[in-house]
């Protein structure tokens, strides 16, 4: 679908604005995405289309592409999607508690061939043997996320 100024309005709340200004300015957000929500906001600001493109060195097929997935709710039903999951996904006291157990024995008495855990192991350790003791939030553990766990204080 084709939009001009004149006749296609992008309707966005101040959550939807603040949303895709932090998502344009990301680090962590693919590219692709961060440059889709500077595009929406320069559309909602009431830039037309072919300036957006020329900005962004881009065609005015992408920026439509881009402007009819919102006027889908596409993007945002997406982020409410991703805040849920998140949110289904918490670790409670115990579940620290067991991991911290776990890093304070010698993975040797587990069957490792190392002396201290290096982080990679023991997140491993952790996903395989989790279900085992009821902690299912801990079976999407990354390394990164294992050196949070064991920094955190209750």
């Not at 998140?86 to 024995?105: C, F, G, H, P």
């Amino acid at each position: 679908m084709l939009h001009d100024n004149q006749n296609s309005v992008l309707p966005l709340s101040d959550e939807e604005m603040e949303y895709l200004d932090n998502l344009s300015k990301s680090r962590s957000a693919s590219v692709l995405r961060a440059r889709s929500a500077a595009m929406l906001l320069r559309y909602a600001d009431g830039i037309g289309i072919s300036d957006i493109a020329r900005a962004y060195r881009s065609s005015v097929t992408d920026v439509n592409r881009s402007i009819d997935k919102a006027l889908r709710q596409e993007i945002f039903s997406a982020r409410e999607k991703s805040l849920k999951k998140r949110n289904t996904r918490a670790i409670t006291k115990e579940m620290v508690e067991w991991v911290r157990d776990l890093s304070y024995q010698n993975p040797r008495n587990l069957g490792y061939s190392c002396v201290e855990w290096p982080v990679s192991l023991l997140a491993q350790h952790v996903r395989d043997h989790c279900r085992a003791v009821g902690y299912h939030a801990l079976a999407g553990l990354r390394c990164v996320e294992m050196g949070r766990l064991l920094a955190r204080t209750f």
